[in-house]
């Protein structure tokens, strides 16, 4: 009797991973009533969920301590720096070490502002299969397209946009006080960091932290698909 049992657990499991890898492979339209939605449909219901996070979240980045506000992706020292932090609000030089900071996050800001554009051409290039693996794929299917085909030339867009504006923001002033001030202390190992890589990486972390989020609501939340397509469209990712 155990083995009759055993043996049909293991072929209901095969049976259940047999049918869903068939259902993942069925054309999309199968999966509507009627083939209500095109392959052109889906394709432009996930352009439009990623213009979406586009618009709610990364441009809400751009804003005035846009990442300085934001405790998801709020900029913290690098490792080396922190120490610089502490020791300078203990000889209460708290001030200048919050403009550090500040500044630093406002450089981020500042750099995203480039990143629409770049956007944009990847949603533009997004072909039907890329649809279709986003929108069955996982909860964060979309972000990881975002970040394969945009990750390098957003990388090449934000370096020399914060390198620029550590002097346009007064980081690179602030920083040089700060760190001045830290070297000058007393038997205390001499920094001197270059900021400029450590919060373009930071930045962009934080780019595909706020596309995630709004990911997340419009799989999740049915009030977040902000129009008819939307709803159809995710209505596919809910089924499977």
Same mark, same amino acid.
């Given at each position: ?17 047999? &049918? ?22 889906? /394709? ?10 586009? /618009?709610?979240?990364?441009?809400? &980045?751009?804003?005035? @301590? ?15 720096? @922190?120490? #610089? ?21 406002? +450089? ?34 979309? =972000? +990881?397209?975002?970040?394969? =085909? *945009? ?5 090449? /867009? ?9 002097? @346009?923001?007064?980081?690179? $002033?602030?920083? =040089? ?18 900021? *400029?890589?450590?919060?373009?990486? @930071? ?5 595909? +932290? ?9 799989? =999740?939340?049915?009030? $977040? ?7 159809? #469209? ?7």
């Amino acid at each position: 009797m155990k083995k009759i049992i055993v043996a049909a657990m293991v072929l209901s499991l095969t049976s259940c991973a047999e &049918l869903n890898h068939i259902v993942n492979n069925l054309p999309l339209e199968q999966l509507t009533k009627g083939g209500a939605l095109t392959n052109l449909d889906i /394709s432009n219901g996930l352009k439009a969920a990623l213009d979406k996070g586009i /618009s709610d979240q990364v441009s809400k &980045l751009t804003a005035e @301590k846009g990442f300085y506000n934001n405790q998801l992706v709020k900029i913290a020292l690098p490792a080396e720096l @922190k120490k #610089v932090d502490e020791t300078l609000r203990k000889f209460g030089l708290g001030d200048l070490a919050d403009k550090g900071l500040i500044a630093l996050n406002a +450089t981020a800001s500042d750099a995203v502002k480039t990143a629409t554009p770049i956007f944009v051409n990847a949603i533009k290039r997004m072909n039907f299969n890329d649809a279709r693996a986003i929108l069955m794929g996982d909860n964060k299917a979309a =972000t +990881t397209y975002l970040t394969k =085909t *945009t990750n390098n030339q957003l990388y090449a /867009s934000f370096n020399p946009v914060i390198k620029n504006s550590f002097d @346009k923001v007064g980081a690179a $002033e602030i920083w =040089t006080q700060l760190i001045t001030k830290y070297n000058q202390i007393p038997f205390i190992s001499k920094v001197n960091p270059d900021l *400029t890589d450590y919060v373009t990486q @930071k930045a962009l972390s934080g780019v595909y +932290t706020m596309i995630a989020v709004e990911e997340q609501k419009i799989r =999740t939340d049915f009030s $977040e698909r902000s129009s008819a397509l939307l709803q159809k #469209v995710f209505a596919l990712q809910d089924k499977k």
